[in-house]
């Protein structure tokens, strides 16, 4: 899994949200190189609240 951090605004209020990712990638190899091909995502949301600084 990987952590991502997202921002938004809610009604004009900056909200941080924290969330941890699994991706089931789908790979192909093109030019010598490995690229995603197809990718899904499955999220799980950890916490929101609002940004402070």
Do not use: C
């Amino acid at each position: 899994m990987r952590p991502v951090k997202m921002v938004r605004d809610e009604n004009g209020t900056e909200v941080i949200t924290d969330y941890s990712v699994r991706y089931d990638d789908e790979y192909v190899r093109q030019n010598g190189t490995w690229l995603i091909k197809e990718r899904i995502a499955h999220f799980i949301i950890i916490e929101a609240r609002p940004l402070q600084g």
